[in-house]
């Protein structure tokens, strides 16, 4: 089954499992909307859905890349389900493009909005440092630029850059 399926079922549940415990899962009206809108392009003749790159993606992640923060140093990062469910997201919609001839990604660019404390950094590290190892010829996203922000000027980490 799709992560990405997975993740809009158990939104509308509106519970999860967290190790062998299913807990409470708090999702805004817009996030369900726009997952509702993403299982049903699925069924889109405009789009192709193909899960190659992400399941590379998110297997390398899993298998490659080790924490650097305690207490969870030098452990494998292993993904939660919407993390799992967003890298699905943004690399398996292809969309015909006439001018390429050719299937490409329909996502090129994401806003993702988490709070703190959430893995924002670390998912956000995996992703530039999955793409930079495997992200092959021909990517749409092979350095992304990432810019982390934050509401209290204390908290972005390059506050330094930006005033």
């Known amino acids: 089954m799709s ?3 997975k993740y809009y079922e158990d939104c509308k549940r509106k519970k999860t499992l967290v190790g062998d415990k299913e807990v409470l899962l708090l999702v805004g009206e817009e996030m ?3 997952l509702n ?3 049903v392009d699925l069924d889109n003749p405009e789009y192709r859905y193909d899960t190659t790159k992400s399941d590379l993606m998110i297997d390398f992640m899993e298998n490659c890349i080790r924490l650097t923060k305690s207490p969870f140093y030098n452990q494998p990062m292993k993904l939660m389900l919407w993390q799992k469910a967003f890298i699905e997201c943004l690399y398996s919609f292809k969309i015909y493009d006439k001018d390429l001839d050719k299937w490409v ?3 090129t660019e994401t ?3 988490i709070g703190r404390k959430n893995t924002k950094s670390e998912t ?3 992703i530039c440092l999955t793409e930079m190892c495997i992200g092959g010829e021909g990517m749409d996203i092979i350095f992304p630029e990432m810019l982390p922000v934050s509401i209290r000027l204390e908290h972005t980490p390059i506050k330094n850059k930006c005033f």
Do not use: Q
Request: net charge negative; charged share 15%.
């Open 105 to 107: 990604d329909r996502f």
């Open 32 to 34: 369900l909307m726009e």
């Open 3 to 5: 992560w990405l399926v």
């Open 111 to 113: 806003l993702l909005l």
């Open 124 to 126: 956000s590290s995996a």
């Open 37 to 39: 809108n993403l299982i």
